[in-house]
């Protein structure tokens, strides 16, 4: 397959999360990366191999060779460097959230498709081979039958102590939703793609467990650990939420709950859904992504194991190592690129990624949660 040559803008945690998927492809090369100066640029590319430097990501967009670009800057930057890449004409991977509002990603919508070029977002939980395997379940064959109601959390603990700062706390720069446009936009759309249902209407309850938090003098880079000097803080009032529970209705009519906290003391990134159906229930986790517990009432239950051999033939051409042989979150967004990646070159005709239409209806559900919970009632969301 001739290469496909790609850059990245933006280094920081999930830059370098791009970068080595890439390469596992095989015909993917990425030859350039951007940042906000060019100093950290040609730091961020020796460190990581990558020939080209730019200390403007415009610069990056002019270069005739890159074919696509990957969005990986804070969210502020998100709407602004989507629609240049648009407008450059390169194919485009963003990273979630696709902008900081409803209004924004809907018009990147426009653009990206009268732009004619391939669009996706970094959905990446929805490529593990399990979450595949589910999906079938509910809705290819009979295995779940009619979904009867939704679970779903997802649980950090890296923000649990007043003192742990991070600029996602920062509402210029995230947004003014946080846990739920951080991490609850996998919730929401991990729980639409397995059950093939559409959330319509929310109630939602935000709290904001630290109004106030000890942020440090110095730059944190995401996950980079607990603030050590405690001497050197600076309090600042905190008004985005740290835990949000949400009851949810499909456009089946059944309904759900969701929730996110990112204050969850010894969950670090736990994901998790159980889907009730009228044969079988499902759960998975995550932190033990290649597990699939199968609930049966007039059954003993079982735990599908991740085996290639043992999975639906859809699901398991998301497993690329024998039975006993863990793939875990690296995998997913290997997974995602390959199918869009495949998708530009032609190799896989039928997409199969999530589209910057999937990331403007998560931040629709999100528009409708801090909605409903200003209003403390049921809204309707509005794609």
């Given amino acids: 397959m001739q290469a496909i040559k790609a850059g990245i803008v ?8 791009h970068v080595e998927a890439l390469r596992r492809l095989g015909y993917v090369k990425v030859v350039a990366v951007a940042e906000r100066d060019v100093d950290l640029a040609q730091a961020k590319a020796d460190e990581l191999s990558i020939p080209k430097a730019y200390g403007d990501y415009r610069q990056l967009l002019a270069d005739p060779e890159i074919q696509v670009v990957h969005n990986c800057t804070p969210n502020h930057l998100h709407f602004e460097v989507n629609r240049n890449i648009l407008a450059a004409g390169k194919h485009i991977i963003s990273e979630k959230p696709l902008a900081m509002n409803s209004t924004e990603s809907r018009e990147l ?4 498709e009268a732009a004619g070029v391939v669009h996706a977002i970094d959905f990446n939980y929805r490529y593990m081979p399990l979450v595949q395997q589910a999906r079938i379940m509910c809705q290819a064959t009979d295995d779940v039958g009619r979904v009867l109601a939704v679970h779903g959390t997802y649980f950090q603990d890296w923000l649990h102590k007043d003192t742990d700062w991070n600029w996602r ?6 947004g003014e939703s946080r846990a739920v446009a951080d991490i609850g936009s996998h919730l929401c759309d991990i729980v639409q793609f397995v059950t093939g249902l559409k959330i319509v209407r929310v109630m939602a309850d935000l709290v904001t467990i630290h109004p106030v938090r000890k942020r440090p003098k110095v730059e944190v880079e995401t996950y980079a650990g607990k603030v050590l000097d405690l001497s050197d803080l600076e309090e600042v009032a905190i008004d985005t939420e ?22 969850a003391a010894g969950r670090k990134n736990r ?13 998975w986790n995550q932190e033990r992504p290649n597990e699939l517990w199968v609930g049966r009432r ?4 079982q735990t599908i194991m991740k085996d290639p051999s043992l999975l639906y033939a859809e699901a ?12 875990a979150y690296p995998d997913g967004p290997k997974n995602l690129f390959r199918n869009v990646y495949g998708f530009i070159a032609g190799e896989r005709p039928g997409g199969d990624f999530a589209t910057f239409v999937d990331g403007h209806n998560e931040i629709a559900i999100c528009d409708a949660v801090l909605k409903s919970n200003q209003e403390k009632q049921w809204v309707d969301v509005n794609y």
């Fill in 242 to 263: 740290d835990y949000a529970s949400i009851l949810v209705e499909f456009d089946s009519g059944m309904h759900g709950v969701l929730t996110v906290n990112q204050c």
């Fill in 316 to 327: 398991s051409e998301y497993a690329h190592y024998p039975g006993g042989h863990n793939e």
């Fill in 109 to 112: 919508v426009r653009l990206a």
């Fill in 10 to 17: 933006g280094t920081g945690f999930i830059g370098p999360v």
């Fill in 271 to 283: 994901l998790s859904f159980e889907i009730n159906g009228s044969n079988a229930a499902l759960a």
């Fill in 169 to 174: 706390l920062v509402p210029e720069f995230s």
């Fill in 298 to 301: 007039d059954g003993p239950n």
